[in-house]
């Protein structure tokens, strides 16, 4: 959950434009009606894309008022390690000039705040590039980090120095296909209306040498999703890491190993929601294949780490530690504080299903919290 640019740039998928707004438009589930009716079904990638295109651009989906809360808005203590752990990174590097932090679907800026602020402790202040396409958003940024500069794709990031890049919460929301083993072999899911409701649907047959062959096997009715928007984003940003240098962290839910099944979900309000109602108005996420990620990655030339469970590794950069000093300051908030913390880390909470990728250029050392 959680970015605006998920879905918005993505270099492997094409959505077809909605119908604009105005002119009769109506909500967005009512134009993506009109469409499908005139063109036919659409791919659950893009319809994925067009909704959350649409989400991210028309409200400020997080915390309490919002849809629902990511790790930076439950404690300042995951971007200070954050932050910690990318000025760590620099300076096992030799402290190279022109480093800049990099943010993928930064939210409010509250990451970013929390990071900047650990890496001024720690003797680094590098510029700040934002990748974020929602204005709404890019306006709550500027109050947090109001001397960053806003992409709205990587490849405007700048080229002369290494890349401190972070995407929390970012490739979740990317547009994904789903495959279903039908009787007669591998088809690809369409979006239709039936009754003036959305169906996903088998559609046109998908080669079986494509899928990865842990998963070709799988019986009928077996859903197995891949996204090529964040193979493309996560190639495209090695490749940055190859050339200039610098480390990324991935932070997100999902798979550690490639497997079947639909995870396509909706948040809306703090609870699960229909996907299939409403296009638009809630969020559309799909379980991150860290596999998959890693494998892209390793084709560019940069190394990768882990995933590791995210309670595991904020427990290696020290989260307990910072806690009890949190709580030391502050004693009338520590069952506050401990409570945020153990959200962040209980295997039962956020602690297992979310995971920690690491990329890191040739000549860059390993990151911390990967041992």
């Not at 800049?100 to 890496?119: C, F, K, S």
């Not at 040498?209 to 859903?223: D, F, I, W, Y």
């Not at 910072?322 to 956020?350: C, F, H, V, Y």
């Amino acid at each position: 959950m959680g970015t605006s640019m998920k879905g918005s740039d993505s270099p492997d998928t094409n959505p077809p434009p909605a119908p604009p707004c105005g002119q009769g438009g109506g909500t967005l589930g009512d134009r993506l009606q009109r469409l499908i009716e005139a063109s036919g079904p659409i791919s659950v990638a893009d319809y994925m894309a067009l909704a959350n295109a649409h989400y991210y651009a028309s409200r400020d989906p997080f915390g309490r008022g919002g849809d629902f809360t990511t790790a930076p808005e439950i404690s300042q203590m995951f971007g200070e390690l954050v932050g910690l752990c990318l000025a760590d990174a620099w300076d096992r590097a030799g402290r190279p000039a022109g480093a800049h932090y990099v943010e993928l679907g930064p939210g409010r800026g509250t990451l970013a705040e929390d990071a900047l602020r650990a890496m001024r402790a720690a003797g680094l202040e590098p510029p700040v590039e934002l990748v974020e396409t929602s204005p709404l958003l890019r306006r709550a940024q500027a109050q947090r980090v109001p001397r960053a500069r806003w992409h709205d794709a990587l490849d405007s990031l700048p080229s002369d120095g290494p890349l401190l890049v972070v995407a929390n919460e970012f490739f979740d929301a990317l547009p994904a296909r789903q495959l279903v083993a039908a009787p007669d072999g591998w088809r690809e899911r369409r979006v239709a209306v039936e009754e003036d409701r959305f169906v996903p649907r088998a559609g046109p047959p998908f080669p079986a040498g494509s899928l990865p062959e842990s998963v070709r096997g799988a019986p009928q009715g077996t859903v197995v999703e891949a996204s090529p928007a964040s193979l493309g984003i996560v190639r495209l940003l090695a490749q940055r890491l190859a050339r200039q240098g610098g480390i990324a962290l991935i932070v997100d839910y999902g798979h550690a190993r490639t497997s079947a099944g639909e995870t396509l979900q909706a948040v809306r309000n703090h609870a699960y929601a229909d996907p299939w109602v409403e296009p638009g108005e809630s969020d559309l996420t799909v379980h991150v294949d860290f596999e998959a990620l890693a494998a892209a990655a390793l084709g560019e030339g940069v190394r990768a780490f882990g995933p590791a469970p995210q309670g595991v590794w904020l427990g290696r950069l020290g989260i307990v530690e910072r806690s009890a000093a949190l709580a030391a300051a502050a004693p009338r908030r520590r069952i506050e504080i401990e409570g945020a913390r153990d959200r962040l880390t209980a295997p039962e909470q956020m602690g297992s299903l979310f995971k920690v990728l690491a990329l890191a250029a040739a000549q860059w050392p390993d990151p911390a919290g990967f041992e």
